[in-house]
């Protein structure tokens, strides 16, 4: 609650500072809003919102204000140390041995208790036992030291071999990652609704179904979760990442290596080690373009149509949809054509396709538990009741 309340101050702070600044705007006299380019080509789009000239006749939906303009412009003010502290909310990697306790609150949680809510508010997500689906991540694929050791595999050598199963157990070089990502994401949309024991018997319940061990022992079914265990946990891909953020050393280690660009991917820029904000490229960029049909600009202008596109009419193919959603229940019960159909449509056709669209008690799936649309599923229920297509 606490978090909360501060967070109200900062945006109400934030929401009077940026009055007064646009208020001092308005008072400079040699910046008159109708001469900025701003207030010259700003378009409304459909929805009501802005579009701002970004290049080549294109617009987007930001401005980024003129260097010109911007020290004249005063927004915000520093946070004070009660604001900072509200927002500081991160947690030290466990394998840097920070002094400061990683930021992990005391509490606990049980294997038990974390399946118990992963049911009641994840699972319909990230599916039973954490295995994705649906276009939801999966928390887990099995054993997570088996699972890390697909990440190196060599699929040149070996074609067979399985590609990168990349997700927590295998993947993940940092358990806090998963405190912090259930704590302040999950459930979607009610991030920021579990309790801190909550988050720990998630947190136990996900390294359950990864296989996991905490210092030797097994995190089984009965397995409950202190911090001090947590602070333990050793993920098989710890040292899968540069920089190394593991140790005593870890904070100086990632300075140091943020210190040097060529770490990260400077190599062709002619700085060297040194980091650059302007003017970087001594040599002219050499920018090619492809010849292929004398495009000359391949960077699509942005759409201001909200429509999605018409989705393809698949056409139905009703032998094939049988087999496929149909036949593993009817082709022993109310086959196509059968007889038994005729206690069915004594009611006419419009209550068999209602029935069988909605689903019924006696065990037929909406739709057969496939998302045909109504009129294909009424063509396939008139080919069941009979027998034939038309
Ligand atoms: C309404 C759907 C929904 C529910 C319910 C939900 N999640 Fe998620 N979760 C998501 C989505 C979507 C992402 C991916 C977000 C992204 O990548 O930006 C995600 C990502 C995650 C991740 C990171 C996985 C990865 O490999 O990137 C974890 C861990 C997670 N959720 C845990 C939970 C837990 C624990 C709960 C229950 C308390 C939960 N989620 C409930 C939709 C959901
Ligand atoms: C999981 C098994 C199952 C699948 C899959 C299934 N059905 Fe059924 N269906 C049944 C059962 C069982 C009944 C009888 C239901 C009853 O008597 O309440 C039924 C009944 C029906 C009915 C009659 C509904 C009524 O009560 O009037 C129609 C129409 C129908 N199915 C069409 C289909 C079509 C089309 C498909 C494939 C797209 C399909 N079903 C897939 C099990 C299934």
Not at 88 to 107: F, K, R
Not at 172 to 178: A, D, G, I, N
Not at 310 to 323: E, F, I, R, W
Not at 339 to 355: F, I, L
Request: glycine fraction near 10%.
């Amino acid at each position: 609650m606490l978090k909360l309340e501060a967070y109200k101050k900062v945006i109400v702070s934030a929401t009077v500072a940026a009055s007064v600044a646009l208020l001092a705007v308005g008072c400079v006299d040699d910046v008159k809003p109708e001469q900025t380019s701003v207030a010259k080509s700003a378009k409304v789009a459909i929805d009501g919102g802005s579009v701002y000239p970004v290049v080549n006749g294109k617009t987007g939906p930001y401005y980024a204000p003129d260097q010109k303009l911007a020290h004249k412009l005063n927004y915000g003010r520093v946070p004070n140390a009660a604001e900072l502290a509200a927002w500081d909310t991160d947690l030290q990697p466990v394998s840097a041995l920070s002094p400061e306790g990683h930021g992990i609150p005391e509490g606990e949680g049980s294997v038990e208790d974390g399946e118990e809510i992963y049911d009641a508010k994840c699972v319909m997500c990230h599916g039973d036992f954490g295995s994705g689906g649906g276009g939801y991540p999966a928390l887990s694929k099995g054993n997570a030291e088996e699972m890390h050791k697909t990440l190196t595999n060599n699929r040149w050598k070996d074609p067979e071999a399985p590609g990168p199963v990349r997700v927590f157990g295998s993947y993940w070089p940092e358990v806090t990652t998963l405190w912090w990502y259930i704590r302040d994401g999950m459930p979607h949309p009610f991030s920021d609704s579990l309790t801190d024991d909550e988050v720990y018997a998630l947190t136990a319940y996900i390294l359950n179904i990864n296989e996991m061990s905490i210092d030797g022992e097994e995190v089984d079914d009965d397995y409950v979760l202190t911090r001090e265990k947590f602070l333990k946990i050793v993920m098989p891909n710890v040292d899968g990442f540069e920089p190394v953020i593991r140790g005593a050393n870890a904070l100086p280690g990632v300075r140091a290596y943020f210190a040097n660009a060529k770490n990260f991917g400077a190599q062709n820029l002619n700085q060297g080690a040194v980091r650059c904000m302007h003017d970087c490229q001594k040599a002219t960029a050499q920018v090619k373009h492809i010849k292929f049909g004398g495009i000359k600009d391949f960077t699509p202008p942005m759409s201001t149509v909200r429509d999605l596109p018409a989705k393809k009419a698949k056409k139905l193919d009703v032998k094939k949809t049988y087999t496929a959603a149909c036949a593993m229940c009817h082709d022993s019960y109310l086959a196509p054509g059968a007889p038994e159909w005729s206690g069915y449509t004594a009611n006419g056709m419009d209550e068999v396709y209602t029935k069988g669209i909605k689903g019924t008690e006696g065990g037929m799936p909406a739709k057969g538990g496939t998302d045909l649309s109504d009129a294909d599923f009424k063509t396939m229920a008139d080919y069941l009741v009979s027998g034939k297509v038309k």
